[in-house]
């Protein structure tokens, strides 16, 4: 406690995949100050204007604090023990029929409740994160490269990288404080070179030596155009790819899946020949000279490169596609496994990795890297949770757009998830084409939507049932950044109201099943799956709240699910080290001295310590099988929607600095919201000249699937190109994604939120 009686505590930021590391003031119960960490290596004491203001996400004046069922049309206060026993009847009457959504949001211990709740209790897999929308192609690039998710390369590569390359990303709004490790070395003298390719002019392109400006969806061809360059001129790195790569090429029919076909080096060179400079330039719209840069950059084995993406590589209908070419450009110039040197991919939200991929919150995975859909693995999980065989069942449940177009259709016509359980994320604003996939619902007497949340938001507008949630430091959490590092934090205060961790929440539907006697949530020895024993060996009934903190719950779950993570030598730390450290990035293995020793760069043997003395790199979760990684042929191929004669621009949609995500807790900041009080639309300034239309002027935008009307805003924060416009979608009041395409992925299922076909006029 310091001199003004604040209590100081550590958390990682609530908000984006950075995990910065902040320390929370706390007086008379309530949070009053935040500063960010000096201590921390991920942030050194900054904050981004969103992370100095997160503690206000607590107090918004209009906090749901009680249970709320609807009747008659109209939400109305119950009971918890009410609404548990609702959720536990519907479950009870029909487990096949429920399905489980959650979020990159989760805390680990969350995640991993709620997906033993389901794949054991239930034998139900219909159960994915809000990842699935932003991540889900990031982890089929990974594992079809590498065999194992997640990146080799960690921050540290930023504080050595010579040339920094953003494909599609504007990290300096998304991530903006490991923009600034970028910038500072900068101002500090060093040569950084900033690279920025992408559909739209942004506030990281002011910062960049070259902007290579692409027609939407040709980003895969830019990347070919390497490989060919390299390939061509023969400045690929021979030694590096003969003993360490193999190449595989993309089928090219629905059979698409994570392993595509072998390939040898000259079959997938005679592929990648169709990439040269001239043609690529053709279909990207990038001139020659400048791919030549890019292409020589790649070709100079004396620079180190870290090339750093997000939603503009992932939420794209070649995602898998597109993330597999990136990492194998890095692997064919050998510009990979040293410092600065590394393909990575960042997260946008706080545990995406940690909780969707780590702990295998996807409709086809389990805990650390296993899958649904091979025995061995199910065994595995079945006996950490002494489980008969049997329990967790092989098929893969449905990925998050297909988990909503059942819940959305009517269940005579094969809409066969009639009870939906949302934690932790806000569908009816971020899952795509709104209409179809979420508001339709609401003319489904038979669904039933259960909502927990800590603001009234499009979700809870149609809920059936909505449940009041405890929020970041009002519960005790663990998250996993972009960089592998696991974050440990403590409850600080109190929730508001009636409002309860989601965790508990989960818990005790799974105990009024059990007292019901569905057979599920009992073990082999007839046990409550969600059984936790005190020093004394007593079980502590931690289904009644008044008993949840009566032991760390969160340290049981993360130290039963720790043994998981082994598998794939995702090996975390142990709880009690997390607890005393600002996160550890695994593998983390213990010392000779009894120490615990994180690891920076996997697979580069100065640093991993699961690589083999003498191998330099080792692949070692190769699917292969022979230590090597995969260097993949995807081809260039055409947006799902293309402009046209009738909408004849593009739309894409992202993110602002000011908001997280839907803009649920940050729009009740007031700094937050006055620095960006609504959406609006960015328009290139000749389009709008043709058209007659100003700042501030309304527009209407029509695509397919709908049309909205907001207002211009013309060299702003960002600047389209020609024939392109940009939405943000933190605005609850303009759900752009009635508009966007739900078109997704063939390999990861992730929608394509930053491609769609509109018309745009002056309204
Ligand atoms: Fe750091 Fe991201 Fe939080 Fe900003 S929003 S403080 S960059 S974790």
């Not at 969806?217 to 390299?230: E, F, G, K, R, V």
């Not at 994604?737 to 997704?744: E, G, K, Q, S, V």
């Amino acid at each position: 406690t310091d001199n003004h009686g604040l209590t100081w505590d550590k958390a990682p930021c609530r908000f984006c995949g950075t995990g910065c590391h902040v320390k929370v003031g706390v007086r008379s119960g309530r949070v009053m100050a935040i500063a960010g960490a000096e201590d921390a290596d991920v942030n050194k004491g900054l904050l981004c204007v969103k992370g100095y203001h997160v503690g206000g996400i607590l107090y918004g004046k209009d906090r749901l604090t009680e249970p709320m069922l609807r009747k008659n049309g109209k939400l109305e206060p119950i009971e918890w023990e009410e609404a548990i026993e609702i959720i536990a009847k519907r479950i009870y009457d029909k487990p096949k029929e429920f399905a489980f959504y959650g979020s990159g949001q989760w805390t680990i211990p969350e995640g991993y409740a709620a997906q033993k709740f389901t794949k054991g209790g239930l034998s139900n897999n219909h159960i994915d994160p809000n990842a699935r929308l932003c991540m889900a192609s990031a982890v089929t690039g990974f594992i079809s490269t590498y065999g194992v998710d997640e990146p080799a390369g960690s921050y540290d590569d930023l504080d050595k990288a010579d040339v920094v390359i953003l494909w599609g990303n504007n990290p300096a709004e998304m991530h903006p404080v490991l923009f600034s490790r970028i910038v500072d070395r900068r101002a500090l003298g060093e040569k950084v070179t900033l690279i920025d390719i992408g559909t739209r002019r942004t506030r990281s392109t002011e910062f960049a030596d070259h902007y290579l400006n692409f027609r939407p969806q040709t980003d895969l061809a830019i990347a070919n155009c390497i490989a060919n360059y390299l390939l061509e001129n023969d400045k690929y790195d021979k030694d590096f790819v003969s003993k360490h790569c193999n190449f595989r090429i993309d089928k090219d029919d629905e059979t698409r899946d994570l392993f595509g076909k072998a390939s040898t080096l000259e079959e997938y060179k005679e592929k990648m020949s169709t990439y040269t400079l001239e043609y690529t330039s053709q279909l990207s719209g990038v001139p020659m000279e400048q791919l030549k840069i890019l292409c020589e950059t790649f070709a100079n084995p004396e620079l180190k490169i870290t090339s750093l993406w997000c939603m503009g590589v992932n939420q794209h209908y070649r995602g898998t596609a597109m993330n597999r070419l990136l990492h194998g450009i890095h692997l064919l110039s050998g510009h990979f496994g040293k410092p600065g040197d590394a393909p990575t991919s960042l997260t946008g939200q706080p545990s995406a990795c940690g909780t969707a991929r780590e702990v295998g919150t996807l409709a086809h995975a389990l805990p650390g890297g296993r899958l649904v859909a091979k025995p061995e693995h199910r065994a595995a999980c079945e006996k950490v949770w002494n489980m008969p065989e049997g329990r967790i069942n092989p098929k893969p449940g449905y990925h998050t757009v297909k988990m909503f177009e059942k819940f959305c259709t009517p269940t005579a016509e094969g809409g066969d998830v009639s009870t939906l359980f949302v934690q932790v994320t806000n569908p009816g604003q971020s899952l795509p084409n709104l209409y179809k996939l979420f508001e339709a619902k609401k003319n489904l007497e038979d669904k039933f939507l259960i909502v927990s949340e800590v603001y009234p938001t499009a979700s809870t507008e149609i809920a059936d049932l909505v449940l009041p949630a405890s929020l970041w430091v009002e519960k005790n959490g663990i998250y996993g950044n972009s960089e592998r590092r696991t974050q440990q934090w403590f409850k600080q205060v109190e929730p508001p109201g009636e409002a309860r961790d989601d965790c508990w929440m989960t818990i005790a539907i799974a105990r009024k099943l059990y007292d019901m006697g569905f057979p599920g949530m009992k073990d082999k020895d007839g046990q409550f799956i969600f059984t936790f024993k005190d020093e004394d060996g007593e079980e502590v009934p931690v289904w009644d709240f008044e008993s949840y903190y009566d032991i760390n719950v969160d340290k049981a779950l993360y130290e039963e699910y720790r043994p998981l993570t082994h598998a794939k030598q995702k090996n975390v730390a142990p709880y009690d080290i997390l607890v005393n450290a600002h996160g550890l990035r695994w593998p983390v293995v213990e010392t000779k001295d009894g120490n615990w020793r994180e690891t920076r760069f996997r697979f580069s043997e100065f640093d991993d310590p699961f690589v083999k003395k003498g191998t330099g790199i080792q692949f070692y979760n190769s699917t292969t099988k022979d230590d090597k990684a995969q260097i993949w042929f995807c081809p260039y191929e055409p947006a799902p929607e293309e402009p046209d004669s009738e909408y004849p621009f593009w739309l894409s949609t992202g993110r602002v600095l000011e908001h997280w995500h839907t803009g649920s807790m940050t729009m009740r900041v007031k700094q937050l919201k006055n620095a960006m009080p609504k959406a609006y639309v960015e328009l290139n300034p000749e389009d709008a000249a043709e058209k007659g239309i100003t700042n501030g002027d309304l527009v209407k935008l029509t695509t397919k699937r709908g049309e909205m009307v907001m207002p211009a805003w013309i060299n702003g924060r960002g600047r389209p190109p020609r024939g392109a416009v940009f939405v943000p979608f933190f605005d609850e009041k303009q759900l752009i994604n009635r508009l966007t395409l739900d078109a997704t992925c063939p390999v990861s299922k992730e929608p394509d939120y930053k491609k769609c076909a509109v018309k745009v006029e002056k309204y």
